[in-house]
Antibody
Framework: QLQLQESGSGLVKPSQTLSLTCAVS??????????WSWIRQPPGKGLEWIGY???????YYNPSLKSRVTISVDRSKNQFSLKLSSVTAADTAVYYC??????????????WGQGTLVTVSS | QSVLTQPPSVSAAPGQKVTISCSGS????????VSWYQQLPGTAPKLLIY???KRPSGIPDRFSGSKSGTSATLGITGLQTGDEADYYC????????????FGGGTKLTVL
């Protein structure tokens, strides 16, 4: 059974960089041609897609966050990562990592991590 | 303001049927597949429906999905108290907005 687990700092100061990692177990991040994504949910609000890293290693980001986001993959560690720079209180949210099928323009997410709360505060 | 519009809340009694709507446009629902997620309190979203009407393994057939034009609907029959959750629709959007979009979510209360 595939499992995803987020880890990283739960408290980040304004203007600093948020860094999270998603460890994938129960399967290889490199097999099956899947894409890997980050999605966030501010407290009491809905879901917001942050971006993908495709099997090829190419990335695709939400235009509203593109200038601040970097998603990368470390295949040797079977994990992928999120960096979000210049954070503000508006970036406070539960951050989820998730897997998407290898189908262009078909963004459903079949496996999710449990989520990790990141609070931006001084 | 979400690109996809869902009712904020719906409610029904145990054993009854409920539907949750998701309204979009030709740039998203009208030309792309829709998925649905269930988010129980304090947990991660769980995929319920993909490709408009397909259920992943393990999802009971009490849950169904459909799409017509620029709207999609999630149906739940035989409601159980354990179905109380937030439900989200999602799809691809080919406009200038984010390519992956979700509805604002619908809170289901089982009375």
């Amino acid at each position: 059974q595939l499992q995803l687990q987020e880890s990283g700092s739960g408290l980040v100061k304004p203007s600093q960089t948020l860094s999270l990692t998603c460890a994938v177990s129960g399967g290889s991040i490199s097999s099956g041609g899947y894409s890997w994504s980050w999605i966030r949910q501010p407290p009491g609000k809905g879901l917001e897609w942050i971006g993908y890293i495709y099997h090829s290693g190419s990335t695709y980001y939400n235009p509203s966050l593109k200038s601040r986001v970097t998603i990368s993959v470390d295949r040797s560690k079977n994990q992928f990562s999120l960096k979000l720079s210049s954070v503000t209180a508006a970036d406070t949210a539960v951050y989820y990592c998730a897997r998407a099928p290898p189908r262009p323009r078909v963004p459903y997410f079949d496996y999710w991590g449990q989520g990790t709360l990141v609070t931006v505060s001084s | 303001q979400s690109v996809l519009t869902q009712p904020p809340s719906v409610s029904a009694a145990p054993g009854q049927k409920v539907t949750i709507s998701c309204s979009g446009s030709s740039s998203n629902i009208g030309n792309n597949y829709v998925s649905w997620y269930q988010q129980l309190p304090g947990t991660a979203p769980k995929l319920l429906i993909y490709d408009n009407n397909k259920r992943p393994s393990g999802i009971p057939d009490r849950f169904s999905g459909s799409k017509s034009g620029t709207s999609a609907t999630l149906g739940i029959t035989g409601l159980q108290t354990g179905d109380e959750a937030d439900y989200y629709c999602g799809t691809w959007d080919s406009s200038l907005s984010a390519p992956v979009v979700f509805g604002g979510g619908t809170k289901l209360t089982v009375l």
